[in-house]
């Protein structure tokens, strides 16, 4: 089955600092979704992005399918911006979903 | 939070025992997940559920049994509870329509002793 792989797997940043994370996953996908879980366990979806380019605030987010990658942008982060951050995958003819393990984020004030 | 709502929130039982979660929505989505989320692994699908009645298995079911008699209501059940299934497990929606996303219920963390 199809593999999703995020980095780092591990980030502490100061406040203000910018972050890039990472997805790779091993086949062709039809769905791709970011989710932040907060310290209190809540799931949040973040984006839906298959494919191009969204920006939500300060977060923004890249797919490029034919490279089988992701990225998710965090800008000038804030406390509350800490927690996992999972990228999530889901294939044609399915609608089965795979998760990666996860980014842990600490944003240090 | 897309209406869903996870029942109970806590349980602590023993090995041997049946349990069963809960999973109640809202807004009539026809597609509803079950996952469990360990340390090390992320969140891993247990079984889904794309009608009342229709189900399929995930990566993990072995253990697990689900069942949909209508459309607001998923059930878990753990027809005899093993310390391996210690875990937080979220219920999950999809929505269709302007982005195929997912949206997630506050889970439910189990203890089996």
């Known amino acids: 089955g199809i593999q999703v792989e995020q980095s780092p797997p591990d980030l502490i940043l100061q406040e203000g600092a910018n972050s890039t994370l990472r997805c790779n996953f091993s086949?062709?996908?039809?769905?791709l979704q970011w989710f932040h879980q907060n310290p209190w366990g809540q799931l949040i979806n973040l984006f839906y992005i298959p494919s191009g380019t969204k920006q939500n605030g300060r977060l923004s987010a890249t797919t490029v399918a034919t490279e089988r990658y992701s990225l998710l942008y965090i800008s000038s982060s804030q406390t509350t911006d800490s927690g996992v951050y999972f990228c999530a995958v889901g294939t044609s003819g399915t609608y089965k979903y795979i998760f990666g393990t996860g980014t842990r984020l600490k944003v240090l004030a | 939070d897309a209406g869903i709502t996870q029942s109970p929130r806590h349980k602590v039982t023993e090995t041997g025992t049946p349990v069963t979660l809960r999973c109640h929505q809202t807004e009539n989505h026809r597609y509803m997940y079950w996952y469990r989320q360990d340390p090390g692994h992320g969140l891993r699908l247990i079984h889904y559920s794309y009608g009342v009645k229709d189900t399929d298995k995930g990566e993990v079911s072995d253990g697990y049994s689900v069942s949909r008699s209508k459309t607001e209501d998923f059930l878990l059940t753990l027809e005899s509870a093993t310390s391996s299934q210690t875990s937080v497990y979220f219920c999950a929606i999809r929505t269709a329509g302007g982005g195929d996303t997912q949206y997630f219920g506050p889970g439910t963390r189990l203890t089996v002793l």
């Open positions: 086949d062709s996908v039809n769905n």
